[in-house]
Nanobody, 123 residues
Framework: EVQLQASGGGLVQAGGSLRLSCAAS????????IGWFRQAPGKEREGVSC????????LYADSVKGRFTISSDNAKNTVYLQMNSLKPEDTAVYYC????????????????WGQGTQVTVSS
């Protein structure tokens, strides 16, 4: 079974940076995608970014374009989310998730989820 372990969250001041990690295990698929989602208090969960294993193509939500960068280390089955120029509105629990459908941030297509890591950005 696919297992995901997210880490790297914390408290940072506005304008600062954090790097989240998502370690994936328990699968042998060749083509898949790992996505990052976030859920702020009182809001619905939203897709942030995803990366495809087949060609490394990426997708970003408009709200994070130019500030966040997703990358992967396939040898370690680990995906990273580098978050720069953080804003208070980026405060949320961040989740990584796994899908066999590349190039999508549709939450319903992600069937395996990590436990979430809290990111808090102070103003």
């Amino acid at each position: 079974e696919v297992q995901l372990q997210a880490s790297g969250g914390g408290l940072v001041q506005a304008g600062g940076s954090l790097r989240l990690s998502c370690a994936a295990s328990g699968f042998t698929f060749d083509d898949y995608a790992i996505g990052w989602f976030r859920q702020a208090p009182g809001k619905e969960r939203e897709g942030v970014s995803c990366i495809s294993s087949s060609d490394g193509s990426t997708l970003y939500a408009d709200s994070v374009k130019g500030r966040f960068t997703i990358s992967s280390d396939n040898a370690k089955n680990t995906v990273y989310l580098q978050m720069n120029s953080l804003k208070p509105e980026d405060t949320a629990v961040y989740y990584c998730a796994f899908t066999l459908v590349e190039g999508t941030l549709l939450e319903g297509l992600y069937h395996y989820w990590g436990q979430g890591t809290q990111v808090t950005v102070s103003s």
